[in-house]
C-alpha cells in the first residue's frame, strides 16, 4: 500500500481505526474520517512516522461526502483505495418496536452512508482509470439476530450494493468487495453487551474458535482485499467471523 491515498470512515475507533493503523504501517497515505473529528489518532499515527490526516464527515450527509472527496483530490491528486466502514447500532427490539425514525437513522448511516461514499469514490477512480472499495457488512449481512431488523436489513443491503456495483464497474479495473466481521471486540460491541449483558455471553458461545475478533484481525482482511494480490477478487463478502457463520 506504499503511497497509496486511502479513506477510511468511521475511523476514530474500532475497526476503522484499526484498519488506520494497519494501512499507515503498509506506508499508505490514510486519510481518517469520523462524525467526530479523530485528530488525536490521526496524531499518534504522524508522530509514529506514518501519513495520516484527521477529516470530519458525517457519512449521511451526501453533500458533505462530496465535499470530503473533492478535497482529497485537491490535497493528494488521486484516491487509489477506499473503506467506507462507518456505521451505528440501533436498539435491540423486536422489528415492529424499532421507531421509524430508528429505522431511517439506520439505514441513513449504515447503507446510504456507504451508497453517499461509492457514488464520489467511484466517480474519482474512474477518471483514475483504477480503484479498490471495501464496504464493511457484518456477519449479520448474510444471517440475521432478533431484535436487530433494521440493522441487519442494512448489512444485507450493503452486500447487494457491493455486488451490483463490481458488477457495473469490474471492468473498469475498479474492485468493489465487502468485508463481513463477526463479533469484534471494539466500543460498538461495548455498547450492545453494556445493554445486553446476555447477549456478549450468547455471542461468544455460538463463535467457534471460542472468542471475539480483533479489529487487527478485520484490518488484515482488509489490507488484503485492497491491495494488488486480491488482483482478481471481485463483489466478494470476505467472512472475518471466527467460524460464526459455518452453523
Ligand atoms: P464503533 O462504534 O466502534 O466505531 C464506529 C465508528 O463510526 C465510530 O468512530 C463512529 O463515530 C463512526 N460513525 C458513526 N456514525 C458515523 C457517521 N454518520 N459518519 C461518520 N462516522 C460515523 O464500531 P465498530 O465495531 O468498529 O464497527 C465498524 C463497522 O463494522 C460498522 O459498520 C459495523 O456495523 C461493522 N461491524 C462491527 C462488528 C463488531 O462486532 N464490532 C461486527 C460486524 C460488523
Known amino acids: 500500500m506504499k503511497n497509496k491515498i486511502t479513506l477510511i470512515t468511521g475511523a476514530a475507533m474500532g475497526i476503522g481505526l484499526a484498519c488506520s493503523e494497519a494501512f499507515a504501517k ?117 444471517t440475521a439476530f432478533s431484535g436487530q431488523a433494521a440493522y441487519i436489513s442494512c448489512k444485507h443491503g450493503v452486500i447487494g450494493l457491493t455486488r451490483t456495483a463490481s458488477l457495473d464497474y469490474a471492468a473498469k479495473n475498479i474492485r468493489i468487495n465487502a468485508v463481513c466481521p463477526g463479533v469484534t471486540a471494539t466500543p460498538m460491541l461495548e455498547e450492545l453487551v453494556t445493554r445486553n449483558p446476555k447477549l456478549g455471553e450468547d455471542l461468544v458461545r455460538d463463535i467457534p474458535v471460542g472468542r471475539l475478533g480483533k479489529p487487527s484481525e478485520i484490518a488484515d482482511a482488509v489490507l488484503w482485499l485492497c491491495s494488488s494480490k486480491a488482483s482478481f477478487v471481485h463483489g466478494h463478502a470476505l467472512v472475518v467471523d471466527g467460524g460464526f457463520t459455518i452453523h
Open 26 to 142: 503498509e506506508g499508505a497515505t490514510v486519510i481518517m474520517a469520523d462524525i467526530k473529528k479523530p485528530n488525536e489518532q490521526a496524531q499518534k499515527l504522524v508522530d509514529a512516522g506514518y501519513h495520516a490526516v484527521a477529516y470530519q464527515c458525517d457519512v449521511s450527509d451526501v453533500y458533505a461526502v462530496k465535499k470530503m472527496i473533492e478535497w482529497i483530490v485537491l490535497t493528494y491528486g488521486r484516491l487509489d483505495a477506499a473503506l467506507n466502514n462507518a456505521g451505528i447500532q440501533t436498539p435491540q427490539r423486536p422489528m415492529a418496536e424499532i421507531t421509524n425514525d430508528e429505522f431511517d437513522r439506520t439505514v441513513a448511516v449504515d447503507l446510504k452512508g456507504v451508497w453517499n461514499c461509492m457514488q464520489f469514490e467511484i466517480e474519482q477512480m474512474l477518471k483514475q482509470g483504477e480503484g479498490a472499495i471495501v464496504n464493511t457488512s457484518s456477519q449479520g449481512g448474510l
